[in-house]
């Protein structure tokens, strides 16, 4: 039973954190500014908050977290994370586990994953990326050797608990499904035709800079890594995943950060067994997954599972979910 988890923690994964019905993005998913603080609230409510620091004590020397603790974390390393969270997790006495992309901080290139996400919330008529996507396959079709429209639909168009299959698979494809070449030509045409041309001014909007992340790490926060292009490590060579993963350790090292005691999210959730064992030969304390669950320190500590913003209230006076039952 989940109630009968020992050492147990809660460790909850956000995202955009913005004003997002009056912004320029309406339709980009994410979190209300408000809906946050009124979870805060009700996380204060029924958890403990903990800090990654306590969560390493945890795993490494086998100290016992405090009742109902909660870890919160913040992936890609939005702008918003700076000017909207961070005040709020000050102002209620929560701590955060911040997770940027290398590559995306150091020169100011938007990752695919934000292309992607931005060309779906500007372009409302879905079918319309569908066949701009079909129509480029087809022209590049005997260039690389593409499989039938078919093939990729059948493989690619799977609805999960939050999109639909054609928004499955127009991320799918362009995040995993072609080869890497092919991929960023479509990614970057599409991004270009339906949201803009300047990718180096949308980059420096959309994410933190140095100075502010070393802002965060100054006032308590973690920082900790999330690749440095944000690639599915899955599909990546063993050799691949070590220079993905050194150069985001080089990359928190100009942080400050410590490289023999860290902590990791992976991109979309990806990993393999390389991707374990080069973690523990790097001295990775805690990995996180997108698994849907409760944290538990019988487990892998470099497999943890996470509860997304969604799988908790969003109103500060809700009753405990069944989340939050398992816990109390």
Known sequence: MIGNIVRSATIVMYHYVREIKNSRYPRIRGLEVKEFEEQLVYLKRYYQPITAEDLFQAVSNNERLPPNAVLLTFDDAYSDHFSNVFPLLVKHGFSGC??????????????????????????????????????????????????????????????????????????????????????????????????????????????????????????????????????????LSAKEQEQEIDSSLDFLENLGVDRFRWMMCFPYGSYNQDTLRLLKEKNC????TTRVGLM????????????????????????????????L
Request: aromatic residues 10%.
């Open 98 to 235: 911040f997770f940027p992309a290398a590559d995306s901080i150091m020169n100011h290139r938007l990752l695919d994953v934000n292309k992607i996400q931005f060309t779906l919330a500007v372009e409302k008529n879905i079918h319309l990326l569908v066949e701009a996507i079909f129509e480029m396959i087809q022209k590049n079709r005997e260039l690389h050797n593409l499989e039938s429209d078919e093939y990729y639909w059948n493989e690619f168009a799977t609805p999960n608990r939050w999109d639909t299959e054609e928004v499955m698979f127009v991320k799918k494809i362009l995040q995993k499904g072609l080869n890497e070449d092919l991929r960023k030509t479509i990614i970057d045409k599409l991004f270009s035709y339906f949201v803009s041309e300047d990718e180096t001014a949308f980059s420096n909007e959309l994410y933190m800079s140095m100075d502010q992340l070393k802002c965060l790490k100054e006032c308590g926060m973690y920082i900790g890594s999330h690749g440095n292009k944000h690639n599915w490590l899955a599909s």
């Open 296 to 327: 538990s320190l019988a487990d892998n500590p470099l497999e943890m599972p996470r509860l997304d913003t969604n799988d908790l209230p969003k109103v500060s006076d809700s009753q405990p979910n069944k989340w939050t039952r398992a816990v």
């Open 285 to 288: 304390i805690v990995g996180l």
